[in-house]
């Protein structure tokens, strides 16, 4: 089936630790975006891409890092995790038709 | 900062009562966009509406878009009890590149 798959969907990390969250779509979209999801804070732009091989800060950049090796992956890093990382991340393309997101990374640092 | 802000933050009705949500934003747009959250679930796009459109209908929604107050409005007509959700509005700004803004979200209870 068509769309963004996210992996890992729950991850537990202790402070200090590295991870990198896997974005794939395969509908051919240019554009990938990152976004975190807090309570009562909404979805907020952390980092995109307009293409392979470009990537650009959104809204919250900081402590993140971001790669787009290949047209259809889209990687979120995170170098040395903080509890304020602690959040839903949701990875999402978008088309001519429009965006599609992926179902979400349960991020818990401890 | 979050360009759209939702209005209200919580609504609860009845089922088979409309909802109406407001949504209000700050900068030009090429177009607008509802989504909704089932709790603990991803995002689902319902709508979306171009800036050169006024109103648009899918179903049991209705989306209007007012331009020159920067705002729009999501209604729901003849509500269930599986309509119980977060909803957002975000925008697709002008400019070079397209990315989307979310607002904080409204969450809706329709009791039974």
């Known amino acids: 089936n068509a769309g963004v798959t996210q992996t890992p969907k729950f991850r537990v990390l202790k402070t200090g630790q590295s991870m990198t969250l896997l974005c794939a779509q395969d509908m051919n979209h240019e554009y990938m975006y990152w976004y975190r999801q807090d309570p009562g804070m909404g979805l907020r732009l952390i980092h995109y891409?307009?293409?392979?091989?470009?990537?650009a800060k959104g809204e919250v950049p900081d402590g993140y890092n971001v790669s787009r090796l290949k047209k259809q992956n889209f990687l979120l890093g995170l170098e040395s995790a903080a509890p304020s990382q602690t959040s839903v991340y949701f990875c999402?393309?978008?088309?001519?038709?429009?965006?599609?997101f992926g179902s979400g990374t349960r991020l818990t640092v401890v | 900062s979050q360009q759209g802000e939702e209005d209200p933050q919580a609504l609860s009705i009845q089922e088979g009562e409309n909802a109406t949500m407001n949504c209000s934003y700050k900068?030009?747009?090429?177009?607008l966009q509802w989504y909704r959250q089932n709790s603990g679930r991803g995002l689902v796009h319902l709508i979306l509406?171009?800036?050169?459109?006024r109103e648009k209908h899918s179903g049991r929604l209705r989306v209007t878009l007012d331009t020159s107050k920067k705002s729009s409005s999501l209604l729901i007509t003849a509500s269930r009890a599986a309509d119980t959700a977060s909803y957002f509005c975000a925008t697709d700004s002008t400019g070079a590149n397209s990315k989307l803004t979310f607002g904080k979200g409204i969450t809706l209870s329709v009791r039974p």
């Open positions: 900068t030009s747009i090429n177009n």
């Open positions: 999402a393309s978008s088309g001519q038709y429009g965006y599609t």
């Open positions: 509406i171009r800036s050169n459109e």
């Open positions: 891409s307009v293409g392979e091989g470009t990537t």
